[in-house]
């Protein structure tokens, strides 16, 4: 979406003069690289909200989130606890949006540093400007919702609530859908609700299975407990060490002020369990947030057993991989990728361009969306690949049977090499054959993106 001169004079008209923060807020929106006017691509607009200063779990996901907001247009952060717990939360600041505003403050100290890497990071001031209480005795991050939904903009927000517990406030999005059915009646509350997608913990009352209509679209990345493990306390057991990750290393120590941050003091190590509610929107080629079954950096998701016809997602898809058949393994097989990544960024807070790695470019020659009949021989090339950094290419094709549509094998040749091919097989009508391609550098830490090709089995 691209963000015209009309809508620029519009967004200056509407705010100039009211505060001085706004020049930085502006200034923020080019360095984001809003609507990614250059590039083309369509970037997802993402609101937060988290209970910072409850379980320390969400300040550690708060550096992660952070270190991504290249990646989406940030609509908004909202922090929905009034009082740090004592005892069980160790920060020295003792409110929940004075440990985000903290958190924010110390990113603006990487951001010279970061904008070097990826000219698309906000500002500080852009991100403080967006960020705002959300306690039960204040409106703010009711109206930053309801003002973020009725922009004339026609991408959908997407919501991520981390959860909420004892001594947080209830969801401003919960409190802003009670106002807006209150107030513009059932047709207007529907009109509203379809504006939002969520992946997220649900927080939100009767909205989320009584009240129609549903939303349109969920992902519960918390969800469900299988073998008697809940989804979001997996993230920390199968990503912390992942590829040799070192906390101290790594992050807190050599880093900058946002990495000292991350704080250790959790249930689990590294729990991080809301970091897949954002993880999930991280556009690394190979993920679509429309597509829960074709999997992310967050794993796989299938549809909820309560969904009755409803858009509603959770963690229930197992891959196979090596060797074992388990829905852990459709966010282990990329864990080690994803956390050289963080590793990578945490750089990216302390080191100049040339001293640091970047991921590679992933491209395929012919469409990413095919259409082929069975005896059909599919040439898949990944040549046009490329890295910024100039370091040398690995390439990798697989096909990923449990994304596909007609899971039954297929004979896919010379996976190792920049071009694969295979024989579409004996499949009914419609069936897709999903192929993804793994590039990874040979940087340090070693990075890897994707591409996935989808190929739709037709009648001959």
Not at 48 to 74: C, K, N
Not at 438 to 451: F, K, M, Q, S
Request: glycine share 8%; proline share 6%.
């Amino acid at each position: 979406m691209s963000f015209s001169s009309l809508h620029l004079s519009r967004h200056f008209a509407c705010f100039a003069g009211k505060y001085l923060a706004l020049a930085g807020l502006a200034i923020g929106y080019f360095a984001a690289g809003a609507f990614a006017e250059s590039s083309g691509e369509s970037r997802l607009r993402v609101i937060i909200e988290t209970d910072a200063g409850g379980d320390p779990d969400d300040e550690q996901s708060l550096v992660r989130f952070l270190l991504y907001t290249s990646e989406w247009d940030v609509e908004g952060i909202i922090a929905n606890r009034p009082t740090a717990r004592d005892g069980e939360n160790l920060n020295t600041v003792r409110t929940g949006l004075g440990i985000v505003r903290r958190q924010i403050d110390a990113y603006g100290e990487c951001y010279p540093n970061l904008v070097q890497h990826d000219a698309r990071f906000p500002t500080a001031e852009f991100l403080q400007a967006r960020t705002v209480p959300g306690h039960n005795d204040v409106d703010d991050g009711v109206r930053l919702l309801i003002d973020a939904v009725d922009r004339a903009d026609p991408r959908p927000v997407w919501f991520c609530n981390w959860g909420t517990d004892e001594g947080a406030a209830l969801s401003c999005l919960r409190r802003a859908l009670d106002r807006v059915l209150a107030e513009r009646g059932p047709d207007g509350y529907a009109r509203f609700k379809r504006r939002i997608r969520l992946s997220s913990s649900d927080e939100f009352g009767a909205h989320t299975y009584d009240i129609a209509p549903a939303f349109p679209f969920w992902v519960d990345t918390f969800r469900p407990e299988i073998d008697r493990r809940r989804w979001y306390h997996r993230f920390s057991a199968i990503t912390a060490t992942a590829g040799g990750f070192d906390i101290e290393r790594d992050c807190r120590t050599g880093h900058g002020p946002l990495g000292a941050l991350y704080p250790t003091n959790t249930t689990h190590p590294q729990k991080e369990g809301d970091s897949m509610s954002f993880m999930y929107l991280i556009p690394t080629g190979m993920n679509d947030p429309d597509e829960p079954g074709w999997g992310s950096w967050a794993g796989r998701y299938g549809l909820q057993d309560e969904a009755n016809g409803r858009h509603y997602f959770w963690a229930n898809q197992p891959d196979t991989w090596h060797g074992t058949t388990h829905r852990e393994n459709s966010l282990a097989r990329w864990a080690e990728h994803l956390q050289n990544d963080f590793r990578a960024r945490l750089d990216w807070c302390v080191q100049p361009r040339d001293a640091a790695n970047h991921p590679p470019k992933v491209s395929v020659d012919g469409e990413l969306r095919r259409t082929a009949s069975p005896g059909d021989e599919i040439i898949l090339d990944g040549a046009p690949s490329s890295d910024p950094d100039g370091d040398q290419l690995r390439f990798e094709w697989m096909h990923y049977a449990e994304a596909s549509s007609d899971n039954g094998a297929i004979e896919l040749r010379n996976t190792e090499t920049q071009r694969a091919t295979f024989i579409v097989p004996d499949a009914p009508p419609g069936a897709k054959i999903h192929c993804i391609l793994t590039v990874t550098d040979n940087g340090e830490p070693a990075l890897a993106r994707y591409a996935r090709v989808i190929v739709t089995v037709v009648d001959e």
